[in-house]
């Protein structure tokens, strides 16, 4: 009865460590509570079904609003669950090895999970991975400058392993080796902050929240050329020389028939506010390549009105953008609301707007660590996440995503404009401090200062952290059959 009232308990307070709950260092007790009953598990096949039910319950939980989808999005609950219930049952295993080697074999198989979650099938899903949790606080957030959210998953599990071993009573006091190692962590923090604590001025940024004409719903036939309007209409409120980058969301130039690439008319409008102002103007856009295909872009204008390039999303959202493996699910009726597949970019684009270099990703990007840090890579000291949120009402998923972002900015040491269709819009800094946030659905105009960029370590290092715990993991996992091969042959003798 024990462990499955630890794997009930463990997934609702994880649940409560995300957004818009709190605090994040739940995430702690949570993690702990599900590694401590996998461990008194007394068979792999209890250790499965305590999985199922845990992630079940965490993923249920943190997700439930993919239904403002439709039903059937839910699906991706029991398909990211199936990950963890491997890991569970794989962890249940090893309950015959000693408190080290089981200790660095449930860090080390956490990470492979989350390594193979993040990038398969079909590019992913980070969503829910413990680090997020801690976004809430600077000081839980701050060593993700060094590690990474994925840095800050791991450090999480070893911390999680380390209390499940005293909950199921297994505990060693060699187990403490944990904590220099989390000390390290917080302690490169510190040295990193002191030395490269950011300096300079200030730039003025101005985010158009232009909503839609009927927010958290559908309303055809023009209901996208409308919300490209909308953002027209709003952002002749923002003065002349008040703002150096104006930021459109993600579909805020309406879709399609209000491409400013493909339609002139709308290319001039958006130009001639670039000119009054005398700004740089992010647009999010919607163009169709063909009758089968689009193309989901940030496009730039400079002060002068011109064009200057723009960015393609690379990774575009599963079964939401496009239909991998089209033919085989015709036989889906909602899957007929994604008639065209995106076409992909090709890699990070990087713009010198006189104040800063400024890099983009849009929307389900954001959720993913490695496309802010190529640009970051590639030079960019300010990045943008465009996003659109529109089909999810009044539930936690833009906090959720808010809180993701905002860990972008402290990985990379830059300050981050999070711009969105119906909100919340937001502007972090680069410690991922948030500096303003909108009304969710509002009309409306936000403008702060961003400052400086900072060259944190994980710009660098990236997740090593992560393929460090899974050697260590394959390293015990190694040496502790080594060992039983070794009295296994001594008892034979």
Known sequence: MIPWLLVLSGAAI????????????LILPGVALFLAAIRMS???????????VHWL??????????????????????????????YGWWLARQNHRGPIAWSALAVGGWGLTELVRHRFPVGGFEWGAAGYAL???????????????????ILVVLIGAVLAAGIAGRFDYRLMWSGPIVFAVLLATGVTLLVTAPDGETTT?????????????????????????????????????????????????????????????VGEAIAQEARRIGAWFLVGSDRPVSETQWVNANVVFDPNGEIVGEYR???????????????LFQWIPALDRVPRDMIPGEGPVVFDIDTHRLGSVISFEGGFARYALQHRRAGADLIVVATNEASYGLTPASDQFIGMTRMRAVELGVPL?????????????????????????????????????????????????????????GFAWWRSREVG???QSTEEE
């Open 14 to 25: 994880s649940v409560l460590a995300f957004p818009p709950f709190g605090p994040g260092w």
């Open 417 to 473: 404009i999070h711009a969105a269709v119906t909100g919340k819009s937001t502007v972090a800094d680069s410690y991922g401090e948030i500096v303003e946030t909108t009304g969710l659905g509002a009309e409306e105009i936000l403008i702060a200062d961003i400052g400086a960029s900072w060259p944190t370590p994980y710009r660098l290092i990236g997740d090593a952290l992560v393929y460090l715990a899974v050697l260590v993991g």
């Open 205 to 265: 940024v101005a985010i158009v929240q232009g909503s839609t004409p009927c927010p958290f719903e559908h309303c055809p036939p023009d209901e996208r050329l409308r919300t490209y309007q909308q953002h027209l209409e709003l952002t002749g409120a923002i003065a002349e020389g008040s703002a150096a980058l104006v930021v459109w969301s993600e579909g805020s130039t309406g879709s399609f028939n209000a491409d400013p690439v493909q339609n002139p008319e």
């Open 313 to 327: 999303k690379q990774h575009p959202v599963p079964f939401g953008e496009y239909i991998p493996g089209r033919p």
């Open 57 to 86: 319950g965490f993923f249920g939980g943190l997700l439930w609003w993919l239904a403002e989808l439709d039903l059937l999005a839910l699906i991706l609950v029991p398909f990211e669950t199936l990950y963890f219930v491997v």
């Open 42 to 52: 007394v068979s792999p096949r209890q250790g499965l079904f305590l999985s199922v």
């Open 485 to 487: 091969s070794a009295d």
């Open 135 to 153: 976004s809430d606080s600077i000081f839980t957030r701050l060593p993700a400058s060094v590690v990474g959210t994925s840095g800050l998953t």
